[in-house]
């Protein structure tokens, strides 16, 4: 018998990939320049081209058994070691090799995680607005997902909201900073008072409540905000993260998930970790992308780009009459829509061309979400269409 769910999945893309494929439909009907596509978090950025350097260096100069070849399931040892030792010293906090596993980027390292933490009919939190693949990744592990909405002026947690969330059957909350789809980034003050209602609630229950802590944006931040490094805050954090974004290489996959030290009955949870990803069939990142790392480790793309789009965009869309938060790091604005559906909006934008993400699969209605990570001509190009857009319903910009 086929399995439903899956099937159902596959029958339908989620939102933003819909857009996404709508949009190479239009670009191949009306050219490239024609279309202002806003769906997809795929930077538009090229890679430090020391990333080029290196994969060339690889590959002319390791024998290609050893380049093409598996390595250790949890990844390759003095890959590890490199991450380790960079992590150590960014963070203030010792990391160490056999806390590190290897994942096919951030997805692999959510659901490995939660596939390790979470038993079938326990909760797990996210806070809303969400990036919707949370979701699917919860409810795969079998757990049952409850919804936190963010405050509304900001889209930080609010945190009295969580502590009335959390019940005997939480198992795990997943915090995304800085947030897709809001731009958010929580502050240590925020991040430590969670800690604080996580640790009263363990002791309440008899049971560790985990804290995942998915980071690909981790390096994209603005205006002098920062990302506080949570396991030094909450003991129980599992960290996810992808060289995706930071890098600008999406499409290759390759991440971590990281088990520090001060996680309660660590071995067992990095075992879990590992174990999930052998019933999963993720053992073995890309060994060519491991191999990548140690040479690029705290290399970036140039990263003022999408400060410098983010800017024009906000400033553009508050003249016309768009209700927008500043977004404070990774690569995407959260608009309200002017109309309470926001997908009814969304079809109304495809008119100028506009290709935007209503919100309701993130969680929330009435917004929509733009990814700036595109280039800073096509912005240019789209004001006039956002413009057309703001006129039809009625906005009273500058």
Same mark, same amino acid.
């Not at 992808?242 to 088990?259: D, M, Q, W, Y």
């Given at each position: 018998?086929?399995?439903?769910?899956?099937?159902?999945?596959?029958?339908?893309?989620?939102?933003?990939?819909?857009?996404?494929?709508?949009?190479?439909?239009?670009?191949?009907?009306?050219?490239?320049?024609?279309?202002?596509?806003?769906?997809?978090?795929?930077?538009?950025?090229?890679?430090?081209?020391?990333?080029?350097?290196?994969?060339?260096?690889?590959?002319?100069?390791?024998?290609?058994?050893?380049?093409?070849?598996?390595?250790?399931?949890?990844?390759?040892?003095?890959?590890?070691?490199?991450?380790?030792?960079?992590?150590?010293?960014?963070?203030?906090?010792?990391?160490?090799?056999?806390?590190?596993?290897?994942?096919?980027?951030?997805?692999?390292?959510?659901?490995?995680?939660?596939?390790?933490?979470?038993?079938?009919?326990?909760?797990?939190?996210?806070?809303?607005?969400?990036?919707?693949?949370?979701?699917?990744?919860?409810?795969?592990?079998?757990?049952?997902?409850?919804?936190?909405?963010?405050?509304?002026?900001?889209?930080?947690?609010?945190?009295?909201?969580?502590?009335?969330?959390?019940?005997?059957?939480?198992?795990?909350?997943?915090?995304?900073?800085?947030?897709?789809?809001? /731009?958010? %980034?929580?502050?240590?003050?925020? *991040?430590?008072? &969670?800690?604080?209602?996580? +640790?009263?609630?363990?002791? $309440?229950?008899?049971?560790?409540?985990?804290?995942?802590?998915?980071?690909?944006?981790?390096?994209?931040?603005?205006?002098?905000?920062?990302?506080?490094?949570?396991?030094?805050?909450?003991?129980?954090?599992?960290?996810?993260?992808?060289?995706?974004?930071?890098?600008?290489?999406?499409?290759?996959?390759?991440?971590?998930?990281?088990?520090?030290?001060?996680?309660?009955?660590?071995?067992?949870?990095?075992?879990?970790?590992?174990?999930?990803?052998?019933?999963? /069939?993720? %053992?073995?990142?890309?060994?060519? *992308?491991?191999? &990548?790392?140690?040479?690029? +480790?705290?290399?970036?793309? $140039?990263?003022?780009?999408?400060?410098?789009?983010?800017?024009?965009?906000?400033?553009?869309?508050?003249?016309?009459?768009?209700?927008?938060?500043?977004?404070?790091?990774?690569?995407?604005?959260?608009?309200?829509?002017?109309?309470e559906n926001a997908a009814e909006f969304c079809l109304a934008a495809r008119k100028y061309e506009l290709l935007l993400v209503p919100s309701d699969s993130f969680g929330v209605s009435g917004y929509v979400r733009i990814s700036y990570c595109v280039d800073t001509e096509m912005i240019k190009r789209s004001l006039p269409a956002?413009?057309?857009?703001?006129?039809?319903?009625? +906005?009273?910009?500058?």
């Amino acid at each position: 018998m086929i399995n439903e769910r899956m099937r159902d999945l596959g029958r339908r893309r989620s939102a933003i990939r819909d857009i996404f494929e709508y949009g190479l439909l239009r670009k191949r009907e009306l050219g490239e320049e024609a279309v202002y596509d806003f769906s997809l978090g795929n930077p538009s950025v090229p890679p430090p081209e020391a990333v080029n350097r290196e994969l060339l260096r690889i590959i002319e100069e390791l024998p290609s058994v050893t380049l093409h070849g598996y390595t250790s399931a949890a990844g390759d040892l003095s890959v590890r070691e490199a991450v380790a030792g960079y992590l150590s010293k960014t963070h203030g906090m010792e990391v160490f090799a056999n806390e590190l596993y290897m994942t096919v980027g951030a997805a692999a390292a959510l659901t490995c995680a939660l596939n390790a933490l979470v038993q079938r009919g326990e909760e797990v939190i996210l806070l809303s607005p969400y990036f919707p693949e949370y979701r699917v990744f919860a409810e795969g592990a079998g757990a049952s997902v409850v919804e936190v909405e963010c405050r509304k002026n900001d889209f930080h947690p609010d945190t009295s909201a969580i502590k009335k969330a959390i019940n005997e059957k939480t198992a795990a909350i997943i915090v995304n900073s800085p947030n897709n789809p809001t /731009g958010a %980034v929580y502050t240590e003050a925020e *991040l430590s008072e &969670l800690s604080e209602i996580l +640790l009263d609630a363990q002791k $309440e229950y008899g049971h560790p409540i985990y804290l995942i802590a998915d980071e690909p944006y981790r390096e994209l931040v603005f205006g002098g905000a920062r990302v506080p490094f949570i396991p030094r805050l909450y003991h129980n954090t599992v960290v996810c993260y992808s060289f995706s974004k930071s890098l600008s290489i999406p499409g290759e996959r390759i991440g971590f998930a990281l088990v520090p030290k001060n996680v309660t009955n660590r071995t067992d949870v990095y075992n879990a970790i590992a174990g999930a990803g052998r019933s999963l /069939g993720y %053992v073995c990142a890309p060994s060519l *992308l491991q191999r &990548l790392l140690p040479a690029v +480790l705290g290399m970036t793309s $140039e990263l003022s780009v999408y400060d410098e789009n983010r800017r024009l965009l906000f400033s553009a869309l508050s003249k016309m009459g768009f209700s927008v938060v500043p977004p404070e790091g990774a690569f995407y604005m959260f608009l309200r829509s002017p109309i309470e559906n926001a997908a009814e909006f969304c079809l109304a934008a495809r008119k100028y061309e506009l290709l935007l993400v209503p919100s309701d699969s993130f969680g929330v209605s009435g917004y929509v979400r733009i990814s700036y990570c595109v280039d800073t001509e096509m912005i240019k190009r789209s004001l006039p269409a956002f413009g057309a857009l703001a006129k039809e319903f009625g +906005l009273n910009g500058d």
